[in-house]
């Protein structure tokens, strides 16, 4: 029996018993099996979630480009690796091959190299979903630099943070990008975050939209010429197994972002072999993802575990929506996709539309649908699998955080058994616990709690960037001795798991994680404001969208409340990016406090859902009656 290809529901359980009984083994095994290591590791597993401190085949040595593209290129160097669909539909697509990513990876590792960038270094990429996103990610593996990949919808001041939290002297970016029918000025948001940071040296601009731009002398260039003079082919940089690989940013309770630090050996081994298995992956199969690679689902989904099985993965630029509903379909139909990945808001937002738009495009190619990112409801999950599954094609409704590297929690097509809104039984390695508010484990099925993981697995970040100690409080202080999720979830009869939401201060608005902190400070930056609390209540598309209490001060009282609003959410487009803007805003003349000082959240989130038949307990809330007023004037 195979590990490593999981074909039907008895072999899932055999193995996962086995990789529960014998986590070492199981994932030695595999790793030995499919993956090419210079040198082998000393231990597969060291940990001690305490520290915490957790290594993965601790002592081997590798590349992980070697195995996403070298080791390719003798059995399928023509197949195509990244099949890239432009914004525009009328633009070609193109098929770039396993060997000619393997050489345009090399030129441009050579050209980072020819900047002075090194095994270590960090390189923040603030690209759009161009070739040269996936190219540069891979080139900074190829030379042992970490990636930082920032989403380029995200504004300048985020940008600056994120650059100098982890001191990059080097980013990558294109003159502009394309979103539907709008072209974006990237290099102006990189030009006016640079500002804030000092300490970076060298800015290598892709050509993208063409529209004009700065180059400032000495610092920025354009990277073709670069590229065609570099060499074509670089030697890896042999990497131990616990080095960094990258850094990438999430929202937590506090203004600053997290930089969860994802190492390399067990990075890849999960990945890869999260990809084979719940997407069925086939050698003759085109899978398509339609993240962005600024999040982690992009990474792990759509570079890594896709090439590291010599796939075909399908990089989209668009959007959705342009040239117009079926846009999605079309792609599927024209390039043959068999593995169809998304997020619940954009399946929301299509079922809205006329079905003509999906039914005017041969979806037959298709054998797997996935979601990701946020809970899925009901109506959306059988409309994704009535109209555009047929009924015929298996849902994987995947969980996973940016800081789990994978996915942990999914059904296996053809295998588990789906049931709508459950993301159901754990990938193989992954122990799941429910917990109470008292920190004991809730045994059983047919129970509810907080979520977290007892035992380790490879692709778990391994610290946060200069902060260990956050790192610690955030994940492992909650509950002793345990990976702690942030999300509420519950287990049916069955042993199913479904995903509740997040217990914590973080908001899944789209899809995108958002911490009430940071939007918060960004509001309370404005003149006129003294104080505000943001919470999320139920939006039909958007899972969740952010309602804004606000305090004004004295001074601001006086002013015009649209105005106001329409300041307040520059300012969040400033700090944080678009995403983030607020739906609603109440300016209220206080907030419901506990005697110790504390925004009682929960009320203000009954409020904001139209949910106020029961407060629930508010004996230790101090202003009774600014709760009343607050109800009264809500929106
Ligand atoms: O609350 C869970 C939700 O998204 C959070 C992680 O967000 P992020 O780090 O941005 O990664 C998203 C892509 C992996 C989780 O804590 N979430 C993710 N997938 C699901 C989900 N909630 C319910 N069902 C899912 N399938």
């Known amino acids: 029996m195979s590990n490593y290809h999981i074909k039907h529901l008895e072999e899932y359980f055999q193995v996962y018993r086995k990789s529960v009984r014998n986590p070492e083994g199981f994932w030695e095994e595999v790793a030995e099996e499919h993956f090419l290591w210079r040198k082998k590791w000393n231990s597969v597993l060291e940990w001690d979630f305490t520290k915490p401190e957790i290594k993965w085949f601790d002592g081997a040595q590798l590349n992980i480009t070697e195995n996403c593209l070298d080791r390719h290129l003798n059995i399928r160097g023509d197949k195509t690796a990244i099949l890239f669909e432009p914004n525009d539909p009328n633009d070609p697509a193109e098929h770039i091959t396993y060997r000619q990513l393997h050489e345009r990876v090399c030129r441009y590792a050579n050209v980072l190299k020819d900047q002075g960038v090194g095994r270590g270094d960090r390189v923040v990429i603030y690209l759009p979903m161009i070739p040269d996103l996936a190219i540069s990610v ?22 600056a943070t994120r650059i100098n939290d982890c001191g990059a002297k080097m980013v990558l970016t294109s003159d502009g990008s394309y ?60 990497m131990n197994s616990e080095d960094p690989l ?47 690679i600024g999040w982690i689902t992009g990474h792990s989904y759509i570079v890594y575990g896709p090439l590291a099985n010599g796939a075909t993965t399908v990089m989209f630029e668009g959007v959705p929506s342009y040239p117009d509903f079926g846009r999605f379909w079309e792609v599927v139909q024209k390039h043959k996709v068999t593995q169809f990945y998304t997020a619940p808001t954009a399946i929301r937002a299509l079922a809205k539309e006329n079905l003509d738009f999906v039914t005017k495009y041969d979806l037959s190619s298709l054998k797997v649908l996935g979601t990701v990112g946020e809970p899925i409801n009901e109506e959306a999950w059988h409309w994704y699998n009535d109209h555009v599954g047929d009924k015929k094609c298996p849902i994987v409704d995947t969980w996973w955080q940016t800081e789990t590297g994978g996915i942990l929690i999914s059904p296996i097509p053809y295998s588990t058994p789906t049931k709508p809104t459950y993301a159901t039984l754990p990938m193989p390695g992954i122990q799941p ?10 045994k059983g099925n047919q129970v509810d709690g907080r979520l977290c993981i007892k035992f380790p697995w490879p692709s778990i970040a391994r610290t946060i960037w200069g902060d260990h100690a956050r790192y610690k409080d955030t994940y492992f202080s909650a509950f002793e001795g345990k990976y702690f999720t942030g999300d509420g979830a519950l287990r049916d009869e069955v042993g199913y798991y479904r995903i509740t939401g997040r217990v914590d201060d973080v908001i899944i608005v789209s899809g995108h994680n958002l911490g009430t902190a940071p939007i918060e400070d960004a509001i309370n930056e404005h003149p006129a404001v003294a104080e505000s609390a943001i919470v999320g209540f139920p939006h039909d598309i958007k899972g969740n969208a952010l309602y804004g209490y606000i305090i004004l001060k004295e001074t601001g009282e006086t002013r015009n409340r649209e105005n106001l609003a329409k300041e307040i959410n520059q300012l969040i487009t400033e700090h944080i990016g678009p995403i983030a803007k607020l739906d609603k805003i109440q300016f209220v003349p206080g907030l419901p406090k506990t005697r110790s000082g504390k925004i009682m959240r929960r009320i203000l989130r009954k409020i904001a859902s139209k949910d106020t038949s029961n407060l629930g307990d508010t004996s230790t809330l101090l202003n009774p009656e600014v709760v009343e007023q607050i109800m009264k004037e809500s929106l």
């Open 138 to 159: 891979l080139a900074c593996a190829r030379i042992g630099a970490i990636h930082s990949v920032v989403f380029a919808g995200f504004s300048s001041t985020a940008l």
């Open 179 to 238: 979103r539907g029918s709008k072209a974006i000025d990237l290099k102006g948001i990189v030009d006016e975050a640079l500002k804030q940071c000092p300490d970076v040296k060298s800015v290598l601009v892709t050509k993208r939209t063409g529209s004009e731009i700065n180059m400032k002398e000495g610092r920025d260039q354009w990277v073709q010429p670069l590229l065609d003079k570099a060499y074509a082919d670089c030697s890896p940089e042999i």
């Open 246 to 292: 990258f850094i990438l940013y999430t929202s937590g309770s506090t203004g600053r972002p997290k930089g969860m630090v994802h190492t390399t050996g067990g990075y890849m081994v999960y990945t890869a072999y999260t990809f084979k298995n719940v997407f069925q992956y086939k050698e003759e199969d085109i899978y398509w993802c339609t993240a962005d």
């Open 433 to 442: 616990a429910l917990m109470d508010e008292n920190g004991k484990e809730i």
